[in-house]
């Protein structure tokens, strides 16, 4: 058995290697191409990706956040406008907004967080304004 490290290495330069070397070469070429064909099919699936949801990869603009909170109809409002059901224009109205801000007397389902000693839990909104107001006897 002859030493490895000892041999010498074949020059592949050799003309005999030629026929080799032009096949690897082929095959080489051939997996450039599948890969850059695979590349732009990627690419064009995700070009028709972004033109589909446009929405999706806008750019987020760097602003400030609003100072000012959103004004918004009461809740049995909007959710009659989503039925599909006919509602006066006086809920849309500024003067109807601020009513409905000042007094959430018509949010009953609303649940809200509140502290209790058991810890945090949720209790419809109702109930929670009314126990802010409660006085107690003295």
Known sequence: MTNP???ECLNHMLPKFEEARLLFMVEEQE???QRLLCEQEEEQAKQEERK???NKFAPIPNRLLPTTSLLL???HALNKLHKGESIPLYFFTNKSIQE???????DE???TLVQTNKGPT???AASAEAKK???RDE
């Open 100 to 106: 409905a801000e000042d007094d959430n007397s018509g």
């Open 31 to 33: 997996a450039g191409r």
């Open 133 to 135: 107001h409660k006085v």
């Open 52 to 54: 589909k949801y446009k």
């Open 5 to 7: 490290h000892e041999e």
């Open 109 to 111: 389902d609303l649940l």
């Open 122 to 124: 949720f209790q419809t």
């Open 73 to 75: 109809p009461l809740q």
